[in-house]
């Protein structure tokens, strides 16, 4: 399978594309919702097509650990098991080890860990990792990396990097192997180097003595500071090819995602507003609400005037509060549906902006009004 990536509109280093995959196009800029388990939580597939996704994302390990790859495969792959007909992104698994930090056990051959399922040993190689996503038949299936912790020295994220490309080149050349029919999709690489541009650059140089049809930025989200963060994609995002889409993995809040887009990101993916939602934690136009607060008691209006989701049109904040004040499984759904829309309706303005030649101005605009209508979430 191949993909095909096509710039439409530019404006400053942000642009609007088009991706082509096995199952179907995606527009970009474009939010990717997680589901983690082979399903958003709370989400039926075809809620999600209604709300504008058209990629998803996949969580090799956990899906690996629970059903199993072969049980997936049995299913003709991630497609069939999940009922979700759209292109599906899988990650490797690399940064769930790196959160796995406790269990692991790393070398050059790959990862040992203990489950956190039932305990059992487990190991994950870059072979390993591309073999489930095989099975997987992802659209684009991702790399085996090691994700740096930060703060790491220049040395550590220096042998941490240099681990990462040759992963990258076993990853590549057992994906691509044949047999099994061929690849079902396509394989992504992964820029690592911590915090350090020169590491950062050398990574990329790395990663593009091989053809990649697209490359993602890995290793940021985990806890640096914001400006350190967008300094690495100042340095790096101009060296990156201008004709494959780049992805931000795991990021994030929708001002680091307009700053990103800011700075020529195509991709994104984050647990941050199905989380949030379950938690009650609600995005708005305005700022975050936190819908438990005692001022939703008996207020009338929903969520965020501006939003035409289906939770706005139909429900007050009073009621999402007296549903999460119950505990009841229909505002985790309502709150879901209010924050995938917020996140993609971000996505789709975000796009005409770039198209119109005005995106610095709808940034401008949409991050003043987040700044000044956050309320306490805890």
Known sequence: MTAHFEVCARDGLARTGRLRL???????????????YGTVKAMTPEELEGLGAEIILGN?????LRPGAAVVAKHGGLHGFMHWQRPILTDSGGFQVFSLERLRKLSEEGVHFRSPVDGAEV????????????ALRSDIAMALDECTPHPASEAQARASMERSMRWAVRSYAHYHRDGDGGPPGVLF????????????????????????PGLAVGGLAV??????RL????????????????????????EDIVAAVLRGIDMFDCVMPTRHARNGHLFTSRGTLNIRN??????????????????CRHYSRAYLRHLERCNEILGARLNTLHNLYFYLQLMRRLRSAIEAGQLAAFAAAFLAARRDGDEPVA
Request: aromatic share 4%; net charge negative; hydrophobic share 35%.
């Open 60 to 64: 090799t390990l956990h899906l690996m």
């Open 223 to 228: 806890g640096e500071p914001e400006e350190v």
């Open 189 to 212: 690489g992964i820029v690592q180097g911590g915090m350090h541009a020169h590491l950062r650059q050398a990574s990329l140089e790395s990663l593009l003595r091989l053809r990649w």
């Open 22 to 36: 096995a199952h179907g196009e995606v527009a970009t800029p474009a939010f990717m919702p997680v589901g983690t």
């Open 231 to 254: 300094q690495v994609l100042e340095e790096l995002v101009p060296h990156m090819p201008a004709d494959r889409p780049r992805y931000l993995m795991g990021v994030g809040r929708p």
């Open 123 to 134: 190991r994950l190689t870059p072979e390993d990792s591309m073999d489930v996503q095989r």
């Open 294 to 311: 005692q001022v939703h008691r008996e207020a009338l209006g929903p969520i965020d005037p501006e939003c035409g989701c289906y939770t």
